[in-house]
DNA sequence: TTCAAGCATCGGAAAATTCCGATATGACGA
DNA sequence: TCGTCATATCGGAATTTTCCGATGCTTGAA
């Protein structure tokens, strides 16, 4: 049994997220529904339940962004998985919006790992 | 001629800049080596010019790392082109270090852009 | 000048990512 | 119950990234 070493400020869980984030944001298209998603009601059009409250569906994403409804799903889970988003389903939309608290703790992240 | 219309709150250069950075990072091995570069001396040997000053050399990295020399050099290109890094030549080593202000500035550009 | 060390670049095989259309699932309305 | 809408998932072609060995360049010592 292995003892694990003590490798510096910052745990491999820390390194792993980081890089799962960094990994997500890797991509153009994936970046900017981020931005887009920090004024939802500047950048999607007005839609069955509140921007404010529950987020954006994915066809709006879909649409804005200039893919196909595949991709748009995957990409959203990508966001997802590396904790940037957070959804709700009702109906039959599922409502993506950005993970306000993950976001904030994004650059003490980055500043304990490089 | 297009003329560019304001888009939110980041500029497209800062995005495109992000962007760079992010899939510099997107990979674990240079992920680890921008850590190792916060603190030099605690995890490469010592070499002919001093780690704190000029920061350390690619052989250092590679056998760090544990890739080859030629992957060694392009990781470090990569973190360099994405503004990471900076790197002096003295003789026949190169050393590359971590670019403070960069670094110190993305958190902002996090905060400015997701 | 010659040799070796350190690094950068080239060329390419393997792996991962991108992104699509097709298809499946569940919710809603007629 | 049927058909439609929004979304998720599957399978795969195209592109990008990863990472190597081979090669070329520059420096410093002999």
Request: hydrophobic share 40%; with cysteine.
């Amino acid at each position: 049994m292995a003892i694990p070493r003590y490798t510096g400020a910052v745990s491999n869980a820390e390194l792993d997220d980081l890089l799962e984030v960094c990994k997500a944001l890797a991509n153009p298209t994936r970046l900017q529904i981020m931005g887009w998603l920090r004024d939802p009601s500047d950048h999607f059009a007005p839609q069955a339940d509140p921007v404010e409250e529950v987020g954006v569906c994915v066809k709006q994403i879909q649409e804005k962004a200039g893919i196909s409804q595949s991709t748009a799903s995957q990409f959203m889970s990508v966001l997802q998985r590396a904790g940037l988003v957070e959804s709700t389903r009702i109906g039959q939309w599922t409502y993506y919006r950005r993970n306000r608290e993950r976001i904030a703790a994004l650059p003490e992240l980055l500043s304990a790992s490089l």
